[in-house]
């Protein structure tokens, strides 16, 4: 759908209705895609709500606000930055959308800010997105992990609302994590995990966070970690 879209003027889509396609929205391809707003639409029953992928380019200043994605599978944005071999994309907003059945999972992002969004029925992941933000999401995830990041420096992670029935914030390669301020209820259904769980996260801060635990444990951590409250 972007594919043709030249220069970096605003391109805006709003109010739209998109259904039992391939995507809701897909070929956001090129760097020539920057400053493209997709605001109050509609995806339904797609195979992939969003679709972007991204190789040799990375598109600039895309904002998905106040949409409702239903039955869709993902919003997928990804860049293959690995060992900064291409290039991060930067002024990626993701928030205030309802998601059902429909997850959000952005890839080689560098500050991607998550907010303000409702997952039912799915969870938020990121993947080499250093220094984003995932703040104020509820996510209800009855039959699995809520918040996952990996490879992702410096990532922050507040005020967010999930219930799942598996780990509720699960943190991999993410030096220097903050995790604050959010609330995580597992599932009485819970297959004994924890609520919070770092691998290879050293310099994680975790502070003043509620959880409410079944059988797992409330926090794990392999590498040298700050918990308060």
């Not at 889509?13 to 760097?31: K, L, R």
């Not at 259904?189 to 444990?217: M, Q, R």
Request: glycine share 12%; aromatic share 6%; hydrophobic share 35%.
């Amino acid at each position: 759908m972007f594919t043709s879209v030249v220069g970096n003027e605003e391109t805006v889509v709003s109010n739209c209705w998109c259904e039992d396609g391939a995507a809701g929205f897909g070929a956001i391809d090129q760097d020539t895609n920057s400053n493209i707003k997709l605001v109050g639409n509609t995806v339904k029953d797609c195979k992939q709500a969003i679709i972007g992928r991204f190789t040799h380019s990375a598109p600039n200043d895309i904002q998905i606000i106040g949409n409702h994605f239903i039955d869709s599978s993902k919003i997928y944005v990804a860049v293959n930055s690995s060992n900064g071999k291409y290039p991060y994309t930067e002024g990626f907003v993701v928030s205030d959308n309802i998601c059902e059945n429909t997850r959000i999972e952005i890839g080689g992002v560098r500050g991607v800010l998550i907010s303000g969004n409702t997952v039912r029925g799915d969870y938020i992941s990121v993947d080499e997105c250093p220094y984003s933000v995932i703040s104020n999401n509820v996510v209800d995830h009855p039959a699995g992990i809520g918040i996952h990041t990996k490879a992702s420096p410096g990532v922050s992670i507040s005020g967010n609302s999930v219930r799942c029935q598996a780990l509720g914030v699960y943190g991999s390669g993410c030096a220097g994590i903050l995790i604050f301020g959010n609330v995580l209820r597992q599932s009485p259904h819970n297959s004994n995990t924890d609520c919070i769980k770092l691998n290879s996260c050293p310099e994680a801060a975790i502070d003043n966070n509620k959880l409410f635990v079944y059988y797992g444990s409330g926090i794990t951590a392999t590498s040298n970690c700050r918990t308060m409250g």
